[in-house]
């Protein structure tokens, strides 16, 4: 029954329930609360009196709470625990980070490298703040994601390679054509992995990937042995790092990947955490993600 029921206020105050009026005024905030004192002109049941003093004792806890949410969301210190993968660490993130760190220099920042099984399982236990991955996040209910950013896989050869002549001379790079080399890329479940899979499969073809690997340094370090043809994320690749190696643009043939940023729902996360997600993710305002944040799913 409501608070407000006169019948149910009747045996807690002596008066009739038409006069309980002074509890309808309860409300959540101080004013009210001092107010609602002031009109307590009749005395209280020692039942009421104990349901007074409850009340007012939950009253102050809301306005504590309160109080510690905004100072918390003012923060410009604290630990940032950020879960990712080697890829996003070492290509997408960095310029991310820096920036961060020019704004919030007392922030301690902590990169868990992990699987996307992994970063999942951070998230969801509370031992990451914020998660960045292309698998594994999206799926999860408990988890709100924003796209962080769209790429492709890029074929990564030794200079003068076979393929890459065909390529320059004009013929369009296919997936049959990469089938006809040995193929190194990623690990199964790492960084777009199933979509170069299932990429091949589409065309019923069946790539001879003679290695796997975490990460795409490792990749790019045994293509440079001439151990085969080099599947990775495009960004992985660099131009003056990777010397002596060529990028074949290969956004023909593989499907796009979205990496996204995910936090967990529902949970008080300090402003620096947010304004992380921020730089991530442009044009997402505060009130936009604290929206995402609170949005039953």
Known sequence: MPLTSPTWLSPLVGLSPGSARPLRSLKTN????????????VGFTEPGERVLHYALVALEAVD?????????????????????????ARYSLPEIVRAFRERFPKVRL?????????????????????AVATESLKTNPKFVCFP??????????????????RVAQGEVLSLKALAEFPIITYHEGFTGRPMIDACFRREGLA??????????????????????????????????????LVMLDASEIFSMNTTVIALRRSRLLPGYAKSFVRLCVRGLDEAQLNDALNKED
């Open 148 to 165: 962080f950013f769209n790429w492709y896989h890029g074929v990564v050869v030794p200079q003068g390679h076979g393929l890459a002549k």
């Open 110 to 130: 902590a990169l868990r490298q992990a699987s996307p099984s992994e970063i999942a399982q951070l998230l969801e236990a509370g031992e990451a703040d914020i």
């Open 30 to 41: 101080s004013a009210s609360r001092s107010s609602f004192v002031e009109e307590k002109v």
């Open 207 to 244: 790539p001879d990937i003679v290695m796997e690997a975490l990460d795409a340094d490792v990749i790019k370090a045994y293509v440079s042995l001439g151990m085969g043809v080099g599947l990775i994320a495009s960004v992985a690749f660099d131009d003056q790092a990777d010397a002596g």
């Open 64 to 88: 504590n709470i309160q109080r510690a949410a905004s100072q918390f969301d003012q923060a410009d210190e604290g630990r940032l625990v950020l879960a990712t993968t080697h890829t996003q």
